[in-house]
Every structure is written in C-alpha cells, then in structure tokens.
C-alpha cells in the first residue's frame, strides 16, 4: 500500500499513535475488573499501529513494533495458556482465577492475578493477528 501523502495524516499519525498505546494499556490494566480488557485493549493498539501504516507504510510500521506481528501472536498465545497453570499447581481447575499480593518498592502494595496475564496474553493474539493482517494486505500493495 502506498502510503498517503499527507503532512496532516503523518503528523496526526505521529502524535496519535503514543495516545493510542498508552490509552490501550490504561483499556487492559482496567479491563479485567470493569469494562475492557485484553481484546478491547489490543484494538485499540491495532488501530494506533494501522493508522501508522496508512500514514507511512508497513515497512516503518513492522520497524516501529517491538516484534513481528506473528511472533507477538504466538507468545500471546503462549502466556495465556500458561495463565491458567498456577490454578493447576494449587490443585484447583484450569484457569481458576487467582491473586497475589506484592510489595513494590516505591509503590506499595500490588495485586497480581492470572486474569490479569490472561488478559496480557489475549492483548497481544489481538494486536500480533490484526496486525499480521493489515501488514500482508499493505504490503501486496506495494
């Protein structure tokens, strides 16, 4: 896909996707006690990254992303599978939701909770599979 040529589409691209990420990671920490979540959260991000690729192209947008949108789907997948090992390892059923709390310098006290990972890990199959997409289709374009 050839990108657009708009100074007003890559500057608003440039300025929009670090709103869109941080807002998607304030979709997914909240997500897993009210509305939102890993899904909700990961289009978010998935609409930041796409934005950038009509802006620019796919070649800066795969540069821009921390890892190839195949390998991020596969470690989504991985990590939340393995969310519901620790219910396991406590004798309960698979995927039982469970909670620890944790002492962190600075900050205090801390709840970590395998919904929470779970929703980490469905964040990252949405963005790694919408991307995958929307970069293959881009780059038959090209």
Request: no cysteine; charged share 15%; net charge negative.
């Amino acid at each position: 896909m050839k990108a657009m040529d708009s100074l007003i589409l890559r500057t608003a691209a440039r300025f929009l996707l670090p709103l869109l990420l941080l807002f998607s990671l304030f979709v997914l920490l909240r997500g897993h006690d009210e509305p939102g979540g890993g899904f909700i959260a990961g289009l978010v991000a998935a609409v930041g990254f796409s934005l950038y690729v009509f802006a620019f192209n796919a070649g800066d947008t795969r540069e821009l992303m921390w890892m190839d949108p195949r390998v991020m789907l596969g470690w989504g997948l991985l990590l939340a599978t393995l969310s519901g090992l620790p219910a396991i390892l406590e004798g309960k059923a698979f995927f039982t939701a469970l909670w620890w709390p944790v002492e962190v310098p600075l900050i205090g006290s801390v709840t970590l909770s395998t919904p929470l990972v779970f929703d980490i890990g469905v964040y990252l199959v949405v963005i790694g599979s919408v991307m995958a997409i929307v970069l293959a289709l881009a780059e038959v374009e090209e």
